[in-house]
């Protein structure tokens, strides 16, 4: 199976070195050519001129191209996490980068609903499950976890015997927050990548958490109280999920 690499969005971000996270499962990376920059289209364009190049059967139109307004389906007529409103959106899930205001319709999961509700106001909202699918201009359309937040969802699309996934942001870790990943089996996978370089390495999720509740514990026996920043959307969940709630009150 063909593994592909977008970048991100359109703005990186950094972060702290710690450790690396080997590949996944059965997928296999394939670089790029070394003049090419990896942002969303010229990922998609080499990916689409490299398979033909290949076997001229393979892809006979790519599912998804790139346009100013982001990933465009045109068998569908939808875009997919669009950068500026769009006729139809299809969203992976609600956070600021790839859910926008102003677009005439809206899909997303039915776990999503209420964070896009709260965050982008009203609207013209339909959602799935995880797993069901619906039809639009002979492209079929499901939500499977992506292990991100709350509602995240990599967007699988089949037309024609091809099967493309989005996998929006996602991650591998468990997180009692949302649902897990779940892999999808798929032609094409366009993946996010913001942190793929391994110069960015993360420790494990029980290693930080146990420095946070012995940074708490020695605040508390000194009288301190304890603030933490996090981001409102997924972070702020986890960390409240994480901690150690018998230390004090959160």
């Not at 990922?43 to 346009?67: C, F, G, H």
């Not at 201009?137 to 499977?144: A, L, T, V, Y």
């Not at 089949?158 to 493309?164: A, F, L, N, P």
Request: net charge neutral.
């Amino acid at each position: 199976m063909p593994f592909y690499v977008a970048s991100g969005g359109r703005n990186q971000a950094t972060a702290t070195p710690g450790r690396v996270r080997e590949s996944p499962g059965p997928l296999t990376a394939r670089r790029a050519p070394s003049n090419l920059p990896l942002t969303h289209g010229a990922a998609i364009q080499w990916k689409v001129s490299d398979l033909r190049e290949v076997n001229n059967t393979y892809v006979n139109e790519p599912l998804l191209t790139l346009t100013d307004d982001g990933l465009f389906c045109p068998a569908g007529g939808f875009h997919v996490d669009p950068w500026n409103p769009v006729a139809r959106a299809v969203i992976t899930h609600a956070h600021a980068d790839h859910a926008k205001t102003g677009s005439g319709t809206y899909l997303a999961t039915d776990s999503c609903r209420r964070l896009l509700e709260t965050r982008l106001g009203p609207m013209s909202l339909d959602t799935l499950p995880y797993g069901q699918s619906l039809e639009h201009g002979g492209m079929r359309i499901s939500f499977h976890p992506a292990g991100h937040v709350l509602g995240s969802a990599q967007v699988r699309l089949e037309h024609r015997g091809q099967v493309w996934v989005v996998s929006g942001d996602y991650k591998l870790e468990p997180d009692p927050t949302c649902t897990p990943f779940e892999s999808v089996r798929c032609h094409t996978f366009i993946t996010e990548s913001t942190f793929a370089l391994p110069i960015y390495r993360w420790d494990p999720p029980a290693d930080v958490f146990a420095a946070i509740n012995g940074w708490w514990r020695t605040n508390r026996d000194a009288g301190r109280a304890s603030v933490v920043y996090a981001y409102a959307l997924g972070k702020a969940q986890r960390l409240m999920a994480g901690v150690d709630a018998s230390i004090g009150p959160i």
